[in-house]
């Protein structure tokens, strides 16, 4: 199986529609977004394209295909505008690996959830990374494709039952990638 994993569209349709192209171009079975999905967060600036309505109209295309977190400035009224379920997180098998999905305001790196698996992917921080912790699980962040921090890169994360690539949204070009198995 292959998922294309992003996070913190913050309402960009211009960005979450380079995400979906993406997906659709990586022939994945799902796409994951690890929240903040329509709303910018009163910390940030409007991201391009900020058309939140726009953006669920474009998810809701795909429905079928999306597993959805709840990030934190994800809110009832979103799930009102979106065909699909938004979980505070999500765990399945990849291969032979347990997957935990959360946003990461409340579990990541250096939080993670009593039974974290083998690997932990989480958005939130608006950076990209793959890291390897001290107890051997893979802890992995797309990155924001909206809003990404200290210049990094716009950013998705691609997971087979083998590997965890983190690609550029752009380009598709590799940042990095780890086996998983």
Do not use: W
């Not at 990541?108 to 001290?134: A, C, K, Q, R, V």
């Amino acid at each position: 199986m292959k998922y294309v994993i992003g996070s913190d569209l913050h309402g960009s349709l211009h960005y979450g529609s380079l995400l979906i192209n993406r997906f659709k171009a990586e022939k994945a079975c799902k796409l994951i977004l690890l929240g903040d999905i329509y709303y910018h967060g009163p910390r940030n600036p409007l991201p391009d394209k900020y058309t939140p309505n726009l953006l669920a109209e474009e998810l809701n295309k795909i429905k079928d295909y999306l597993i959805v977190i709840k990030g934190n400035c994800d809110s009832e009224v979103d799930q009102m505008i979106s065909d699909f379920t938004f979980f505070d997180s999500y765990v399945f098998n990849a291969g032979k690996a347990k997957v935990v999905l959360t946003h990461g305001h409340n579990y990541n790196i250096e939080f993670p959830p009593l039974n974290i698996g083998d690997i932990l992917l989480y958005g939130h921080y608006h950076i990209p990374s793959i890291e390897i912790t001290p107890n051997g699980v893979i802890a992995a962040n797309p990155g924001s494709v909206a809003l990404p921090k200290n210049n990094s890169k716009r950013a998705y994360l691609v997971l087979t039952d083998d590997s965890l690539v983190l690609k550029e949204l752009e380009s598709g070009k590799l940042i990095d990638s780890i086996d998983i198995n």
